[in-house]
Structures are given as C-alpha cells and as structure tokens.
C-alpha cells in the first residue's frame, strides 16, 4: 500500500521512517498544504497528518474530504483530550493515534485503517491456493513461499487487493513509483513476466489478464469462491 505523508514535526518526521523501514510505500511533502494537491495526482490508501497542523495553511478535514471523499484519513496527536478526538473524528477524520504509542502498534493501526477501506478486516488476502500477507509484505501459493522483489510485491499486492477490476499500466506504475522517474518499460514488462510465471503454479486458480491497450485484471479461477480474509 502507498501512504500519504505530511512530515510536518519531529513525530511525523519518525513515523515517516519507520514506515520506510517497514517497507510502505510512502509519498512525503513537508508542506501539509500540499496535500490535496498530492491527492489529486495519485492515489493513497491512506493520507497522515498531524492534527496540529488543521487549521494552518488552508489545512481542513473538509478540504481534504472535498478532494477525494473516500481516501481513509489518520491524524497523529499528541496528549489529545476526548472532546478534541471525538470533534476530529466528526469532522471526518476515520481514526486518531496518539504519537506516544509503541513502533509496532502505530504502524499496525495504521494499516488497520487502509485495509479496512479495502473491506478488510485481517491483513491478509487469500484467493484459494494464493495467501497475500499484508503486514509482513509476503506471498505463498500453498506451502511455497513466492519470490518476490519489493517492487514485485508491490505490483502483486495492488491488483490482489482489486480483484476482477482493471487497473491501467499507468496507475500501477504512479502506485509503485510514486513521483519517481518511472523505469523502462521493458523492466515492468519484465516485473510483470516473472509474477505470472510464478502464479502459473496455481494451476488456473489465479492469474493476470492482460487487455490489450487498457491495463491489466487480477483474475480468479472461480471468482465467487474467493475468500477475502474478513
């Protein structure tokens, strides 16, 4: 998944980092009013901010909504008292984190939040013999752990969790790339060629359909019996 940023104080400045270390995708502005701008070019799964920073610079729960009304929304607070949780969580925001948790729980809370805009409730995925694990960025196709690079991780988990749905080369490349020069094309072509050989294993169950000149559709052998992890 791919988080929005706002690495407005020392406590987003950290958990930025911590994310990067356990492997999130991340775009970073240290201009929160930046974001809806950011919003508009790209796709989240979740945007973060400092609640500290509402109210500075044009920075609104209303303006972020305006932009894109679906996108999940996790303020990161300091010694919040109730009244100010429940008016941000009115407000629009869809959680509030205190920034004195552990790593571990932060960045489980967080991904809590994302997954569930995907109508997730555990972070895993499982499409029959295919097991995607969110939390630990890893996949098996029955007992045998798949080999994946980060960026190939990445391009699986992004079509596994939008089955049937086609999703352009474009949108795949900005989710992996962000803001990044975007490689050769020959490289994702390649990215591409070594996930299908590895789900070929599946025996049908699972694979990538490719429509010629629109994107690609992650596909499963019987759709209806599909079991996302809930």
């Not at 400092?50 to 894109?68: C, H, I, W």
Request: proline letters at 3%.
């Amino acid at each position: 998944m791919r988080y929005l940023i706002a690495e407005s104080n020392w406590d987003m400045m950290t958990l930025a980092q911590d994310l990067v270390t356990n492997g999130t995708l991340l775009t970073r502005t240290d201009r929160p009013e930046d974001l809806t701008h950011y919003m508009q070019i790209g796709q989240a799964d979740l945007v973060v901010l400092a609640a500290s920073q509402l109210g500075r610079d044009g920075v609104t729960l209303e303006n972020l909504r305006n932009v894109r009304s679906c996108a999940p929304i996790a303020l990161i607070a300091r010694g919040a008292s109730s009244e100010q949780k429940a008016a941000w969580l009115m407000a629009g925001a869809d959680t509030v984190i205190d920034s004195q948790i552990s790593c571990e729980e932060m960045l489980a809370r967080l991904q809590a939040v994302a997954r569930r805009a995907h109508g997730l409730g555990r972070p895993v995925l499982q499409y029959g013999p295919l097991r995607v694990d969110l939390m630990h960025r890893r996949a098996h196709l029955g007992d045998v752990r798949l080999k994946l690079t980060p960026k190939i991780y990445e391009l699986l988990e992004f079509i596994a969790l939008r089955p049937g749905r086609l999703v352009t080369r474009e949108t795949l490349l900005t989710h992996i790339y962000g803001l990044e020069n975007e490689p050769d094309p020959r490289v994702f072509d390649v990215y591409m060629c070594n996930l299908r050989a590895q789900l070929s294993a599946s025996g049908g169950a699972v694979d990538i359909e490719t429509a010629r000149g629109s994107g690609f559709r992650f596909v499963v052998g019987d759709f209806e019996a599909a079991a996302i992890a809930a």
